[in-house]
């Protein structure tokens, strides 16, 4: 969900294409928590010749490509090579094509792949084929320590029944952040009323206040930021949405006065590199964005006009975009589990948390690492960031249809903000589009963020 891009249009029919559901509401009733019974027996351990404690043993995952952790795994899987003598290898794939991949491993009568990496959102529907790693965090002593608070409010019991289960670790944490130059804007505005007042003031003279990506799936998380600032969740326990609620309408109508008063012309074509070049050219004075787009090019003088200008704040009301938790899972199936927990461990132990800040510029989901005085020291900025990830939520937690609902809701942002529809009817098809998926397979267990 972070740093993905869904064309301004998907159609229900590209859903399950991407999903590789073919069997309808059979399908997904098959993948859902009340239809499956959880894996609990762990593959054997393939036995490694003399010599160092995994020789021989090869590991293959599959993962999301074009992040910023992939060169961390690699650079992890050489030392832990070295150390081990268990091999490393890896199939990076396209978000958009993780989904039919894993369905494919899942149906083949033979493993490909030990273990998973990517959004925790995956694990919606692969869970009864992973492994619980509790047993493997107290078999080898694994440090539970210092994770931000939804780490351990959302990485465990996914779905009702799943109470004291976890199907991964994570190797990176991650939200929507806010950028503002320092020369425009000398104190961030803590209230939506004064943030749009801000806006206002700075555009004009061919600069403007705000910038974002307005393709479809990028509008989800500028949405969440204004709607959970207002308190509601998505859903009632009963899984009716609440999106297109007065508040979810209001947060609409905010986006489309950004959109048509304070930011750049042509925005709504604009993909993440867009807008973050935009903020780099000093051409607005906040963006709302993924940091992973930006982060490496803010303080390099051959790409930014802000070298040493720009700050970082959290949304205005306590506001936050979908929390994006990327974890790596390990397949029931594998051979080599004992060996696939050791690795992952190595990565996202606390001595590679810091690590993956100061050598990758990824965002380690250990938020003790994030007041490291060296860290800190380097990155003065991320205690703001901090705040935000701290109160983050992902988006519609244990649901196994949460792609469907995810794409529903950027149409018709989509719809709302290129003003083919008006904000409360594209909620309400929105809505209404969520409660017909969640029908095919409604969950036993109520829905809560």
Not at 105 to 129: K, R, V
Request: charged letters at 20%; hydrophobic letters at 40%.
């Amino acid at each position: 969900m972070s740093d993905k891009n869904i064309n301004s249009k998907i159609s229900r029919r590209d859903f399950l294409r991407m999903a590789a559901l073919t069997g309808g509401a059979a399908a997904l009733a098959a993948c859902a928590p009340q239809a499956t019974q959880v894996a609990t027996e762990v593959a054997t351990e393939v036995a490694a010749p003399a010599g160092k404690k995994y020789e021989g043993v090869v590991l293959r995952g599959l993962g999301q490509g074009g992040v910023a952790y992939n060169p961390a795994l690699v650079a992890f899987a050489s030392e832990f090579e070295a150390e081990t003598g268990a091999k490393v290898e890896f199939d990076d794939q396209p978000w958009e094509q993780l989904t039919p991949k894993l369905q494919a491993e899942l149906a083949a009568s033979s493993p490909t792949y030990d273990f998973f990496y990517g959004d925790i959102e995956f694990q919606y529907f692969t869970y009864p084929s992973l492994v619980d790693m509790n047993p493997m965090i107290q078999k080898y002593g694994y440090n539970m320590d210092g994770f931000f608070d939804p780490v351990y409010k959302f990485g465990e019991g996914i779905a009702g029944g799943l109470e004291g289960k976890r199907f991964g670790l994570p190797i990176r944490i991650g939200a929507c952040w806010v950028f503002y130059n320092k020369d425009m804007i000398q104190e961030f505005p803590t209230t939506w009323d004064d943030y749009y007042a801000k806006l206002a003031e700075l555009t004009g003279g061919g600069k403007y206040g705000v910038a974002f990506a307005g393709v479809a799936a990028q509008l989800v998380k500028i949405f969440l930021a204004r709607y959970w600032s207002m308190g509601d969740p998505l859903m009632q326990p009963d899984w009716t949405p609440l999106i297109n609620s007065e508040k979810g309408v209001k947060s609409v109508e905010m986006m489309l006065d950004a959109l048509k008063n304070y930011a750049p012309p042509g925005m709504l074509a604009w993909d993440n590199p867009d807008a973050s070049n935009a903020f780099l050219n000093g051409d607005v004075a906040v963006l709302e964005g993924w940091a992973s787009f930006i982060l490496p090019d803010l303080d390099n003088p051959e790409k930014s006009k802000v070298v040493g200008k720009w700050g970082v704040a959290q949304f205005p009301e306590n506001g936050t975009g979908n929390l994006t938790q990327h974890n790596l899972d390990i397949f029931a199936a594998s051979k080599n589990v004992d060996a696939a927990f050791e690795y992952i461990a190595y990565c996202t132990g606390i001595d590679t948390s810091k690590r993956l800040i100061m050598e990758f510029r990824e965002e380690s989901p250990r938020e003790v690492t994030w007041s490291d005085p060296e860290v800190l020291a380097a990155n003065p900025f991320l205690p703001e960031v901090a705040k935000q990830y701290a109160v983050g939520k992902p988006f519609t937690p244990g649901l196994p249809q949460w792609l469907e609902l995810f794409i529903a809701l950027a149409e018709g942002l989509s719809a709302a903000m290129s003003e083919t529809a008006s904000p409360q009817d594209a909620l309400n098809t929105t809505a209404q589009k969520w409660t017909d998926a969640i029908n095919q397979a409604k969950p036993d267990f109520e829905y809560k963020e």
